[in-house]
Structure formats: structure tokens, C-alpha cells
């Protein structure tokens, strides 16, 4: 079975550009969040989404949005991209069940803004 | 809100030694879970163990486990038998219970462990 796919892997973008980066969760999981990476820290919660619907936010600008599909696949757009938007933004999906849940990660997006 | 620490930026241990890496974390919340998540330069995040706050006896995956004190807040991942594979990024990180909202993961800044010939 196939993980959690992300497109693409890298992106360089310049300041004030508009971005969209995509994931595709595994099978029959419903849950994906996206996370944050600067280089150097652990990642840092943007957005949850659950049978399509938003969960959970983190502490970011109106500029990131997200959304998630019927088939359950996620888009994150970031607007007005700054210097600092450079990271790498990681998918995770997960199907929360009784007893715990395990969120399985793609291999992200690296994005660089200059 | 639920933060957590990692106060080991980087670490080093020989090949074939034992390694533990420290986690401190502060939550309000009864039943959670912690992990212990694994980046190599793939950047590919991987679950090495996980840990439900609700049961008492420590998290065993073949040459890791964990040392959970719930009182203390304190979630520390023993690696024995270290592996030059085992070479990476290692991240701590709380969840609320599945289910609630609001279950995101919080992660700590991170350990580099070196694992040296």
C-alpha cells in the first residue's frame, strides 16, 4: 500500500506568490493534519481536518488556508508569501480509532522563498 | 496548553552502546499519548514507540523503550544496542486523546543523536 504522498517535494516561490501544496493520505485514513518544519526546530501544528471538515488550527495567519476533499486528499495554500514561510511543510494522516491512533507522515514539501 | 521539551539539542553515543534521550512535557489532560518520532536526513518522518498515558507499564519496540513517569511529566526513550542507522533527528511529541478536538501533535525542538563507529 502506498503512504502518504506529497506534491511536490521542492518549490522555490518569491515573496508575495500565492502557493499550494498537496497530500494524498493513506487508504481509508480520514485524518490529515499539516505541519510546519523551519529548519533546525521540530514541527509546529497548522491545520487538522477529519471526514472533511476543519478539527483543529493552529497559530498561524489567515494567509494559510486548507481544505480537504471527498476522497479525503488535502490542499494547503499559503498566500503572500514571506521570507520566513520557507520550511518544510509536512502531511500527516491518521485513522483515529479506539485505543490510539498513529499519525504516519509524508516526506513533505520543501519550500524556499526568496 | 501542551508543551514539551527536549533539553538534549544533539548527543553522541559509540556503536553497539546504550543511548537515553530526555522528554519533559506539561499538560492539564488525564489520558493522552506520547511518541517518540525518528527523521533522518530522508526527512521522512518515522514512529519508533508510542506510549498511552492510561497504562502503567513501559513501551518496548526491539532495542527501544521507554521510561514514562506520568507524575513527573517525564517520557525519556532508552536505546540499546545503537545502531550507526539509528543516526538522526528523534522527536518527542503529546497528543490528546484521539477523538477530542483539538488533537494535534506537539513536538519538542528535537534531539541529533549521532551514533559513532
Redesign the interface.
Same mark, same amino acid.
Given at each position: 500500500d502506498a503512504g502518504v504522498t506529497q506534491s511536490p517535494t521542492h518549490l522555490i516561490k518569491t515573496r508575495g506568490q500565492q502557493v499550494t501544496l498537496r497530500c494524498s493520505p493513506i487508504s481509508g485514513h480520514k485524518s490529515v493534519s499539516w505541519y510546519q518544519q523551519v529548519l533546525g526546530q521540530g514541527p509546529q501544528f497548522i491545520f487538522q481536518y477529519y471526514e472533511k471538515e476543519e478539527r483543529g488550527r493552529g497559530n498561524f495567519p489567515d494567509r494559510f488556508s486548507a481544505r480537504q476533499f471527498p476522497n479525503y486528499s488535502s490542499e494547503l495554500n499559503v498566500n503572500a508569501l514571506l521570507l520566513g514561510d520557507s520550511a518544510l511543510y509536512l502531511c500527516a494522516s491518521s485513522l483515529p480509532r479506539q485505543g490510539g491512533t498513529e499519525a504516519f507522515f509524508g516526506q513533505g514539501t520543501r519550500l524556499t522563498v526568496v | 496548553a501542551q508543551t514539551?521539551t527536549?533539553s538534549q539539542p544533539e548527543m553522541s553515543v559509540q556503536e553497539a552502546e546504550t543511548v537515553t534521550l530526555s522528554c519533559t512535557y506539561d499538560t492539564s489532560e488525564s489520558n493522552y499519548?506520547l &511518541?517518540w518520532?525518528k527523521q533522518p536526513p530522508?526527512?521522512?518522518?518515522?514512529?519508533v514507540i +508510542?506510549q498511552?498515558a492510561y497504562k502503567q507499564q513501559n513501551a518496548t519496540e526491539n532495542r527501544f523503550s521507554v521510561n514514562f513517569q506520568k507524575a513527573a511529566k517525564s517520557f525519556s526513550l532508552k536505546i540499546s544496542d545503537s545502531q550507526l542507522g539509528d543516526t538522526a533527528m528523534y &522527536?518527542c511529541a503529546f497528543?490528546k486523546h484521539?477523538?477530542q478536538?483539538?488533537?494535534?501533535? +506537539?513536538?519538542?525542538?528535537?534531539t541529533r543523536l549521532t551514533v559513532k563507529p
Amino acid at each position: 500500500d502506498a503512504g502518504v504522498t506529497q506534491s511536490p517535494t521542492h518549490l522555490i516561490k518569491t515573496r508575495g506568490q500565492q502557493v499550494t501544496l498537496r497530500c494524498s493520505p493513506i487508504s481509508g485514513h480520514k485524518s490529515v493534519s499539516w505541519y510546519q518544519q523551519v529548519l533546525g526546530q521540530g514541527p509546529q501544528f497548522i491545520f487538522q481536518y477529519y471526514e472533511k471538515e476543519e478539527r483543529g488550527r493552529g497559530n498561524f495567519p489567515d494567509r494559510f488556508s486548507a481544505r480537504q476533499f471527498p476522497n479525503y486528499s488535502s490542499e494547503l495554500n499559503v498566500n503572500a508569501l514571506l521570507l520566513g514561510d520557507s520550511a518544510l511543510y509536512l502531511c500527516a494522516s491518521s485513522l483515529p480509532r479506539q485505543g490510539g491512533t498513529e499519525a504516519f507522515f509524508g516526506q513533505g514539501t520543501r519550500l524556499t522563498v526568496v | 496548553a501542551q508543551t514539551v521539551t527536549q533539553s538534549q539539542p544533539e548527543m553522541s553515543v559509540q556503536e553497539a552502546e546504550t543511548v537515553t534521550l530526555s522528554c519533559t512535557y506539561d499538560t492539564s489532560e488525564s489520558n493522552y499519548y506520547l &511518541f517518540w518520532y525518528k527523521q533522518p536526513p530522508s526527512r521522512q518522518m518515522i514512529l519508533v514507540i +508510542r506510549q498511552e498515558a492510561y497504562k502503567q507499564q513501559n513501551a518496548t519496540e526491539n532495542r527501544f523503550s521507554v521510561n514514562f513517569q506520568k507524575a513527573a511529566k517525564s517520557f525519556s526513550l532508552k536505546i540499546s544496542d545503537s545502531q550507526l542507522g539509528d543516526t538522526a533527528m528523534y &522527536f518527542c511529541a503529546f497528543m490528546k486523546h484521539a477523538g477530542q478536538r483539538d488533537n494535534d501533535m +506537539r513536538f519538542g525542538a528535537g534531539t541529533r543523536l549521532t551514533v559513532k563507529p
